[in-house]
């Protein structure tokens, strides 16, 4: 309180941390969810969460929760599905939402509707892979599409990557192992564990040296990257996001990094650099499993050195 008074009676002010926002989480608890805030405070900036962006082409109930428009899955159904892609954030609450959040990271976390894909797809997953949240899907199909249109900086990461990519027309794998088997290969697992248990290490090789994810990190291989995805990216043909780095996973190339060279920082990546920064950070006793701390933290402190600058 004296130090504050102080800077009032002098006429000064605090220097005040950056602000990065997340976009609004359906499960708040979940691990990377709580290790992306505490990468965000880790890298020198406060974490807020953002509430539930909604569109006015759609009924929700006081709650937020949609009236209609989801299946007892909690998909998001075609034609609700087909007003958003349609009007996007032109029509939601988005620029009261965003107002004054000068970066963005969009979370991992459960699959995404397929109806919300370029060329909407039937549900082909087992019932292994049936959670959604019909709900986050509106809210960050608005948000993704919002901050490309007004050039806001965004990280995506893992299911923030194939929302990026989806409302910028990707092609999409909805099950890594189902299509491992249609080509005939013996699936390894090496992008989610079969038990769902613990990330599975591997590297991404950077394909663009012309990248920003390149110039961020220095390297041409990001070494042992925590991996929980057991859907992808598989082609991004005729989409103004590019390729910046894959994995070659017996003997397909598996996207792994993703950008839009047009703007000033939009990145999605497929890999949890949040979940490495956490198990460091708390001490667990296989971090060294994972990427090194430089490694995990350095897209951090480049959305944050962006938006705010030095």
Known sequence: MMINTLFLLCGCTEKQ?????????????????????????????EPIILDKVRSTDLEYDEEGNLLSGKDEKGMLEKDAAELVKKYNWHHSNVEEIMKDVKCLIMTGGVDISPYLYENPEEWLVSEKDNEFSAERDVSDYILAKYCIDKDIPLLCICRGMQVL??????????????WFENQGIDYEYLHREIDRKEFVPHDVTI?????????????????KVPSWHHQAVESLEGSELVVTGTTLTQGKQIVETVERKDRKFIIGVQYHPEAAIRKIVDKEDNADDYMDYDSGMCLFKALIKTAYGD
Do not use: C, R
Request: aromatic share 6%; proline share 3%; glycine share 4%.
């Open 17 to 45: 941390k950056p602000v990065v926002a997340l976009s609004w989480h359906n499960n708040q608890k979940s691990y990377t969810f709580v290790a992306t805030l505490k990468t965000v405070k880790e890298a020198g900036a």
């Open 165 to 178: 990519s989806i409302v910028s027309g990707a092609k999409m794998i909805q099950d890594i192992p189902t």
């Open 207 to 223: 394909t663009d040296k012309d990248s920003l994810i390149y110039k961020i990190n220095g390297s041409d291989v990001i070494t």
